[in-house]
C-alpha cells in the first residue's frame, strides 16, 4: 500500500496536517456512514440521538447548538426521523413556536445498536495505536478543533 504522505498534492505541502486531516475525516466519515446506513440512518442523526439519549425532551434550539450543525440540516433531519418514527416534534406548552423533541420507543432502542456502532469504529480507528498514541492524538484533535473553532469566530463580523 502507497505512503499516505506519498500522495500528497505539491499545493498542499505546505498544509500536511490540514490534509491529512481531510483525508482521516473523509474516511472515517465514509466507515460511519456505512455503518448508519446498516441501521437506515443517515449521517448526523445518530448525533441527534445521542443527545436525546442523554436528554430527551430537548427543544429543537437546544439539539442544534448541541451537535453544531446549521439549523436547516438539524430541522430535515429531525423531520426524516419523525417520519421513521424515531421521535415526535411538539410545541412547547409555554410557547407554541419552540418544538419540543421526544424519543419514541423506536428511537430509544436505537441506543444499543449506536453505542455498538461508535464502539466497532472506535476499535477499527484505534487499531493500530498505542494508549498513549490515542491520548496524544484525542487531545491534539481537540486543542486544533477549537483553534479552528475560535478562528472562525473571531472572522465573524461583530454587531
Known amino acids: ?3 499516505p504522505a506519498s500522495r500528497l498534492p505539491g499545493t498542499a505541502r505546505d498544509g500536511r496536517l490540514s490534509y491529512a486531516i481531510f483525508q482521516l475525516a473523509r474516511a ?3 466507515h460511519a456512514s456505512a455503518m448508519l446506513r446498516e441501521m437506515n440512518l443517515h449521517p448526523g442523526q445518530e448525533l441527534l440521538l445521542m443527545q436525546l439519549f ?3 425532551g430537548q427543544t429543537q434550539s437546544e439539539l442544534l447548538d448541541s451537535v453544531g450543525l446549521d439549523h436547516s440540516t438539524v430541522s430535515k433531519s429531525l423531520r426524516r426521523m419523525q417520519e421513521a418514527g ?3 416534534r411538539e410545541p412547547a406548552a409555554y410557547d407554541r413556536r419552540v418544538m419540543i423533541v421526544h424519543l419514541t420507543d423506536k428511537g430509544r432502542a436505537m441506543r ?4 455498538a456502532m ?8 484505534v487499531r493500530d495505536l498505542t494508549p498513549e ?6 487531545e491534539a484533535a481537540f486543542a486544533i478543533e477549537r483553534s479552528v473553532r475560535d478562528t472562525g469566530r473571531e472572522a465573524l463580523p461583530h454587531a
Open 1 to 3: 500500500m502507497t505512503d
Open 28 to 30: 472515517h466519515r465514509a
Open 54 to 56: 442523554d436528554r430527551d
Open 86 to 88: 424515531l421521535l415526535v
Open 112 to 115: 444499543e445498536p449506536i453505542e
Open 118 to 125: 461508535w464502539r466497532s469504529l472506535e476499535e477499527i480507528s
Open 133 to 138: 498514541q490515542i491520548e496524544a492524538f484525542t
